[in-house]
């Protein structure tokens, strides 16, 4: 067998080619969840009956939903046969007693029609008995509300070189939540079958995790249950822990009826029942050295985890594993905790904790940049891991090598320095429009930090005309992971890509699958997807000897034919071989398994090497803010990310696009609003529509888009050599919120500090120019005063997700109290 990381000649990886489901999803005949549903006859439909309170015990009178036509039974916690909870830790029932947030399911209603379940609904009588609520992180934090157990990363004193440092500054660094928003809302679909077994079509990242639920709910083995996942129509990290409920929902009301059970949200229900990118508060002491080196770090991370625990234990991990971003800081400390709060239950969401953790440093560089008197740019590059150097963690950062060489790329090909030799040009030119030029990098670890989930299979058939079938673990979700598949298997065997096809993902296929998460899906599955093509290859190899009057070791599969060594000599088409072998009665299905090797991680101690390897990346990115209104255009962004030996480069250019301006939505226009205030709505979100909650359209991408992959980057231990690209292009995004914080910066005095809301909305960052020009009116310098997020500093308060009012300053300074005071030289 190869090495996992080596390609044939030809290979049909590292070709440009079509999302496999491309064609369905134009012309909208791409069958989902909802979709198998709808073609079923008989199908009840099911509608949850929400709490209208953040708090409360509540008690429930279901008799009235009966007497509305078309109302077939009431699911409720005395319906449930086995165990009444929805998640892993035990935290979350299905039917809840007491009502932890505004939209929280009591009960669901099944009938004829979903109008019929709906106007149900709204007939049961619920009882509330308030209950104190915490809504915001800084509500829990002072209540002393949190969950799960608290982790620290360390490595040195950060305590004492912080007291050596030259300089010292201290703050608070706010970062909102994010919408999943996927165009396919959760949606779930159970029969059960005349054997007693259930059939689940569920949209998920998990099957085989919804697969364990559904079994819990209902009290049976997990062989009793198939889950399915045709495709999702988006998920983003939403799909991978939230769908078991709803499925479950499904499978009770199929066993309690007899029929089968629609399950799927409308937009409204979606956004305000499910979870969402966990906000962070983060409060931060950094040490510096004369030359503006990072010399330590001390920082308290609380991550708003919602009402259960859900995935925040291993998302704060992964921020926790990522504050250094790029950086080497040899004095470190981040302590992590996660807070409970009266909101939907916070879960993955597209880096899993990476984007928050970084947020912290890159903040913290931006911030102090100007204090220090040197160049943003020159800072960041000042200070990035060298060969040989460690994470805080203890892993070394393999191919540190890669970050000093995308960065100068990426400065010479986007014309970084000319360009922003203009930019300063321009500003002087206008007064009332100023421009920014940024550039930022990414570091991210590729692995599931729960080692046990580095895992995967697949199985392969080749049927006797010559044509394969693949099964996998892993779940589409419109990223293109089967289409990368069908081009590893296509490789692996030695022929075309069109003779190969891709199975729906099932768990009576294949079995204890991971989620499809954590950007490692085409290492673990394309992993297990070769290793089985291999296997049938080999037997194969040894019928095509025979054939061919050559040793077995010497025949070669390629674009669908079977040769010996060398140009002359007969050849045979991979139909021809596969039909001898069936005849000489050799096997041909395999299955395979892939496990990442080299991980070790001890969650105690918050240390090891749970990554396989590093996803590096840059970006550099040019805004114009207009200063009288706040609002902002990308003029153009350049990137060069990479991604390996890529498996499919035109989808993983798409991935590295779609990445960077869902980070950009994320920092700069995506703002979750909650009734934070004593009267009957408290706790309701008042951002629940796309009319409310602004996500990035055409209008906001850049008017030049460059996006370059880095080359001769082969990743030793990956198939085919490639690297991951699903989660590392979101943290680019960064670049623009700072080209903002430049922009912004240029309407001030110069060595001023820029705080920016995040996200920095056009209202936030209007804020932020008005205290810019305040502080220029007022001659201030470095000392000046800045404002606070949402124009704190003009009287309004921070907002829930904003950043706090909080510049960094000289600490232990005597006017350290006083935000806006800048650091003294120590």
């Given at each position: ?14 070709r440009i080619a079509v999302h496999e489901s491309a064609a369905l999803h134009v012309t909208g005949a791409a069958v989902y969840t909802d979709d198998v549903a709808a073609r079923t006859h008989g199908v009840l439909a099911a ?258 985890g919602g009402w259960s625990l859900d995935l925040s234990e291993p998302v704060l991990g992964r921020a926790l594993c990522h504050v250094d971003n790029a950086y080497w800081i040899p004095h470190f400390r981040a302590h992590g ?490």
């Amino acid at each position: 067998m190869s090495s996992l990381a080596d390609r044939p000649e030809n290979p049909v990886v590292g070709r440009i080619a079509v999302h496999e489901s491309a064609a369905l999803h134009v012309t909208g005949a791409a069958v989902y969840t909802d979709d198998v549903a709808a073609r079923t006859h008989g199908v009840l439909a099911a509608w949850p009956v929400p709490s209208t309170s953040a708090h409360a015990r509540v008690t429930l009178d279901v008799r009235p939903a009966y007497e509305v036509p078309g109302v077939v039974r009431v699911l409720t916690a005395d319906d449930v046969p086995g165990l009444n909870d929805a998640g892993v830790k035990h935290d979350e029932p299905l039917f809840p007693a007491e009502a932890m947030f505004f939209g929280h399911a009591l009960a669901w209603v099944l009938g004829e029609t979903a109008d019929a379940a709906r106007r149900g609904a709204a007939a049961v009588a619920v009882e509330y008995e308030p209950l104190p609520s915490l809504i915001t992180v800084q509500e829990a934090i002072e209540a002393g509300s949190f969950q799960g157990v608290p982790r620290t990363v360390a490595r040195g004193d950060a305590a004492s070189t912080l007291a050596s440092s030259a300089f010292v500054f201290e703050g608070v660094s706010e970062v909102g939540g994010q919408e999943h928003f996927s165009l396919e809302t959760h949606a779930a679909f159970a029969v059960r079958e005349p054997d007693g077994r259930y059939f689940v079509e569920s949209s998920t990242q998990h099957p085989s995790e919804t697969q364990e639920i559904v079994a819990h709910v209902l009290g049976i083995p997990s062989s009793e249950v198939t889950v399915e996942c045709l495709r999702m129509g988006g998920a983003f990290g939403g799909k991978e822990m939230q769908p078991h409920g709803f499925a479950a929902i499904a499978a009770l009301g199929a066993r309690l009826t007899g029929r089968p059970v629609r399950l799927r949200l409308n937009r409204t229900q979606d956004i305000t029942m499910t979870g969402k990118r966990h906000p962070f508060h983060m409060a931060w002491r950094v040490g510096f050295d004369a030359e503006g080196r990072l010399q330590a770090l001390d920082a308290t991370l609380t991550a708003d985890g919602g009402w259960s625990l859900d995935l925040s234990e291993p998302v704060l991990g992964r921020a926790l594993c990522h504050v250094d971003n790029a950086y080497w800081i040899p004095h470190f400390r981040a302590h992590g905790r996660v807070a409970k709060t009266n909101k939907p239950s916070n879960t993955a969401f597209r880096g899993f904790g990476g984007p928050q953790g970084t947020f912290l440093i890159e903040d913290i560089l931006g911030r102090v940049a100007p204090l220090l008197g040197i160049d943003p740019a020159e800072l960041r590059a000042r200070n990035f891991y060298r060969p040989g150097q460690t994470t805080p963690y203890g892993q070394v950062v393999k191919d540190a090598e890669r970050l000093p060489a995308i960065w100068g790329r990426l400065r010479s090909e986007s014309g970084f320095d000319a360009r922003r030799r203009e930019v300063e040009r321009f500003n002087d030119a206008h007064a009332d429009r100023k421009r920014g030029l940024a550039i930022t990098p990414v570091k991210f670890g590729i692995s599931f930090t729960f080692t046990s989930f580095n895992q995967a299979g697949a199985l392969v058939l080749v049927y006797k005309d010559g044509s394969v079938l693949i099964n996998h673990g892993g779940t589409e979700m419109g990223q293109g992971l089967h289409t990368k598949m069908l081009q590893v298997a296509a490789t692996a065997l030695g022929v075309e890509y069109e003779r190969v096809r891709i199975a729906p993902t099932r768990t009576d296929k294949v079995p204890n699958t991971s989620a499809t998460a954590a950007s490692s899906s085409s290492d673990l599955n394309g992993g297990a997807i070769k290793l089985a093509c291999e296997e049938i290859r080999g037997r194969l190899a040894a019928v095509a000897g025979r054939l061919l009057g050559v040793d077995a070791r010497d025949v070669r599969f390629s674009g669908g034919h079977v040769m010996g060594l060398g140009p002359a000599g007969p050849r045979l088409t991979f139909a021809e071989v596969v039909a001898a072998a069936y005849l000489q009665r050799v096997q041909l299905f395999a299955a395979g398994y892939y496990r990442t090797e080299g991980l070790h991680w001890d969650a105690d101690a918050q240390q090891g090497s749970p990554f396989k390897y590093f996803a590096y990346g840059a970006a550099a990115c040019e805004v114009e803010v207009d200063g009288f209104t706040g609002a902002y255009r990308l003029r153009r962004v350049d990137i060069v990310h990479d991604v390996g030996d890529s498996l499919s480069p035109q989808l993983d250019i798409g991935q590295i696009e779609g990445g960077f301006v869902q980070g950009v939505g994320w920092l700069t226009l995506e703002e979750l609003l909650w009734d934070t205030g004593d009267g009957p709505t408290r706790g309701r979100l008042r951002t629940q529509a796309a009319s409310t909650y602004k996500l990035p359209s055409f209008s906001e991408l850049p008017e030049e888009f460059h996006v370059h992959l880095f080359e001769n980057a082969r990743e030793d231990g990956a198939v085919y050599g490639s690297k991951a690209v699903g989660e590392p292009p979101l943290l680019l995004g960064f670049s623009a919120r700072e080209a903002i914080r430049q922009a912004v910066g240029a309407f001030g005095p110069a060595g001023r500090s820029v705080e920016l809301a995040s996200p920095a909305t056009p209202e936030a960052v209007f804020w932020a120019v008005d205290a810019a020009r305040s502080a220029a009116a007022a001659g201030a310098g470095p000392a000046g005063t800045t404002a606070g997020a949402g124009g704190a500093s003009d009287g309004g308060a921070p907002g829930d997700g904003e950043a706090a009012a909080s510049v960094p300053r000289a600490a232990g300074d005597p006017g350290a109290a006083e935000p806006g005071l800048a650091t003294a030289d120590r």
